[in-house]
């Protein structure tokens, strides 16, 4: 929302909604009952909207206000009201409204608070942790907060809405004067690297061991496992040319991000620099410019782009989230990866969808349900408890380095977009989006307050348990209100 005083200007996220919805100016208008020149000096920002608009909005295309108004971090929105959880901040009354109010006026608190929180959270695991930590599962659920720098580096790519643009454009320049449009990407590649004095050697597994990749700078030799795919073994070759030619950039651009990114830490420096290098990785196999305009032609069709690209499904999915180049932004996805387990090894976002800190994600989302048909996309409208609704597809992959001995595991991905862009991805065109019923989800049951859900297995971490020995409920975990 915006601020108390200043004017709703909501031109150019209109502008992007209306047109993914594949309507005119006059069309639009007709739809809200309002006049078309009304609709054009909106776009032009030459008229703010009114909240009476919003609402209609709203109404109309089954939209979260919030998704128009601008102001209210999504991450920050649920980093907040997670605190705000904490029994040691006593804060059971306060309702959805304060929220939104502290988050519109006063964000910069809200910041503060949730990171005394987590210092807070993080002070009292330690002392715990000193005793037995494994007494008692959601003391391991909290201590997966203390593994501060993964967090510090997720934080910093979400505040750059998963796209870093000088890293980007290095790729993109790279992928030009190797000619990757027009050559062998794997030869290409390999001839790169032998330009550095280095071969590429794949060895047996029994050899690598437990590694897929290692660099052996004495002998200039990148060894590859012959367990990793193609797609997997030109990724490493890209990993190995981010270091050789990019480090300078990489190294600049961790220190652009300051302090107050939490780069301090080493360990957070360190996994920084590998996260870069795996995008520069990505960027340098799918060039911004080509990459997009094939998303935009094909409509997002994770499997097709795979086998122009040469890329994994996975590669293809992680890379469509970091499309928002100012001048030129793809849709705005989230990814996200877990095991069978419900742990999330990796998630990003490019909008505005929120992540939970800890804990694992709701098991009535359908990348849980991705496990029981291997290899096929799965879609599925969601909506979170603040109203907010989300286009999502999910797909099982497995994991480099199977054998028969040794199977690789399996993972879902998941990714997703707003439901305004639905229309403008292949995998809608089945549905009536109009008529599809979200799925009601939450972040994860430690932070869900919905009732009456059968798949509930923890109450809220801010509700005690209403126990009640002569009724069975639908739910298994029922808990006291406010």
């Given amino acids: 929302m915006a601020k108390r005083g200043e004017k709703l200007v909501i031109g150019q996220r209109l502008k992007v909604l209306r ?58 929105a649920s980093d907040f009201t997670a ?8 804060a059971r009354g306060v309702g959805r409204a304060e929220i939104e109010a502290v988050l519109q006026s006063a964000p910069g608190i809200a910041a503060a608070l949730v990171r005394l929180q987590a210092k807070y959270t993080h002070a009292a695991m330690q002392a715990q942790a000193e005793d037995n930590p494994l007494t008692d599962r959601n003391k391991v659920e909290l201590l997966g907060q203390i593994a501060r720098p993964v967090e510090i580096v997720r934080d910093w ?59 052996d700078l004495h002998r200039r030799e990148l060894l590859l496992s012959e367990l990793l795919g193609q797609s997997s073994r030109r990724f490493q ?35 920084a620099r590998v996260s870069l290098a795996n995008y520069f990785a990505a960027a340098l196999m799918m060039p911004y410019g080509r990459f997009l305009a094939a998303c935009e032609s094909e409509r997002y ?19 469509m989230s970091t499309l928002q180049r100012p001048e ?24 505005r969808f ?21 290899g096929r996309v799965h879609t599925q409208v969601i909506r979170m408890p603040e109203g907010a609704s989300y286009f999502s597809i999910a797909r099982t992959v497995t994991r480099a380095g199977g054998t028969h001995s040794a199977p690789a595991p399996q993972l879902a991905i998941g990714l997703g977009c707003d439901i305004a862009y639905a229309p403008r991805l292949v995998y809608a065109d089945q549905l009536d989006l109009g008529r599809v019923k979200p799925v009601d989800i939450g972040l994860n049951c430690f932070l869900c307050e919905r009732r009456d859900c059968a ?15 002569l009724e069975r409920s639908l739910a298994v975990y029922r808990f006291e209100g406010e």
Wanted: glycine share 8%.
């Fill in 237 to 271: 070759i890209g990993v190995l040319l981010a270091r050789l030619e990019q480090q300078e950039l990489i190294d600049a651009v961790i220190r652009s991000a300051g302090f107050g990114a939490g780069f301090e830490d080493g360990d957070a420096c360190r996994l």
């Fill in 455 to 469: 798949s509930r297995a923890q109450a809220p971490i801010n509700r005690k348990l209403a126990v009640n020995e």
């Fill in 354 to 374: 929120p992540f939970s800190r800890f804990g694992g994600t709701c098991p009535l989302w359908n990348i849980h349900g991705a496990f029981e048909a291997p």
């Fill in 83 to 90: 605190a705000l959880k904490d029994p040691a901040l006593e």
């Fill in 19 to 76: 047109k993914s919805l594949g309507l005119t100016q006059a069309q639009m208008a007709a739809e809200l009952g309002i006049s078309p020149s009304y609709i054009t000096l909106i776009e032009a920002d030459q008229r703010p909207a009114s909240a009476r608009l919003l609402m209609r909005l709203a109404e109309v295309y089954d939209l979260n206000v919030s998704e128009l108004a601008p102001g209210i971090d999504a991450q920050l």
């Fill in 328 to 351: 030129a932004r793809g849709i705005p996805f989230f990814f996200v990866r877990v095991d069978r387990a419900g742990n999330v090894s990796k998630r990003f976002s490019a909008g």
């Fill in 301 to 319: 069709d994770v499997e097709l782009l795979s086998h122009r690209f040469g890329t994994s499904y996975e590669q293809t999915a992680h890379r």
């Fill in 157 to 215: 790519f979400y505040e750059t809405q998963n796209y870093i643009d000088r890293v980007d454009r290095a790729a993109e320049a790279v992928a030009e004067d190797m000619a990757l449009r027009r050559t062998e990407p794997h030869l290409a590649l390999t001839e790169r690297l032998a330009d550095h004095g280095i071969r590429i050697r794949i060895l047996p597994a029994p050899v690598m061991g437990g590694s897929l990749r290692r660099f």
